[in-house]
């Protein structure tokens, strides 16, 4: 149970460290753009290969699968419906919350974000005893530019740097305590259910590759989005290779 929180706590860790780096460094739209390029490429690979694959895997033919996708798509859309109506429509793009009515939507679209990932990184660990470092190395890479945009809205609205970099510790904390959920209260359930959830977080994490990182990665990095985008899918597949063949 301890390794299950640990390994999610540092996959969430690149919160803290993109606090840190926004903190000290102000880093051009363009950079943000490359950042959360590469990480909607990791993340387009794990949820393929670790996650959609894996769950017909476990439940071919029987329909698990195709429900959780959808059924994951449908929630985190209406999730992040819910949070636009209070304010929280554009949390990702660099500057958004200036505004200090935006923090508290941004930070709940964060964790709605994190959540989904973290659980079937300990999903993964009680299936199989060990984390998946594809998936370990998407959930890293991609939460380094939603963190970044989000420090340099804050310290625009006048936030001091400690107080960010404990705001994005407590939310890396809250996403731990999801992969924590994800290996104890999933250990025992049969192999139809652990495919309907992983297919349900793979829903999830599309809708946030289709809604938020591609189409602002493109706007920040223009055509370098798509290159990077590639090298992040295939710095994430080379990792799937060298488990495969462990």
Known sequence: MLNAFLWGLLA???????????????????????????????LISAVSYELVFEAVQLARGTGFPA??????AFTYYLCEWI???VGGRHH????????????????????????????????????????????????F????????AGTTGMKAGGWKSRNIILLWL???????????????LFANASAEWLSFIQAFAAGAILIVL????????????????????VLGFSFSIL????????
Request: aromatic content about 6%.
């Open 12 to 42: 969430t860790s690149s919160l803290v460290l993109g606090g840190i780096i926004a903190s000290r460094i102000n880093l051009s739209r363009r950079a943000l753009g490359i950042i959360m390029a590469f990480g909607a490429g990791t």
């Open 67 to 72: 429900l959780g996708l959808f059924a994951g």
């Open 83 to 85: 949070i636009e109506k």
């Open 92 to 139: 990702k793009v660099a500057g958004a919350s200036k505004n200090a009515s935006l923090v508290i939507p941004m930070i709940l679209a964060i964790i709605l974000d994190g959540i989904p990932e973290s659980i079937v990184i300990g999903l993964g660990i009680s299936e199989g005893g060990a984390v998946s470092l594809a998936m370990l190395a998407a959930v």
């Open 141 to 148: 890479v991609s939460n380094l530019p939603e963190a970044i």
């Open 170 to 184: 407590s939310i890396a904390v809250i996403c731990a305590f999801a992969s924590l959920a994800g290996y104890s």
């Open 210 to 229: 289709t809604n938020s990182m591609i189409p602002e990665s493109y706007e920040h990095a223009k055509k370098f989005a798509g290159i990077f985008t």
């Open 239 to 246: 990792i799937i290779i060298m488990e495969r063949v462990r």
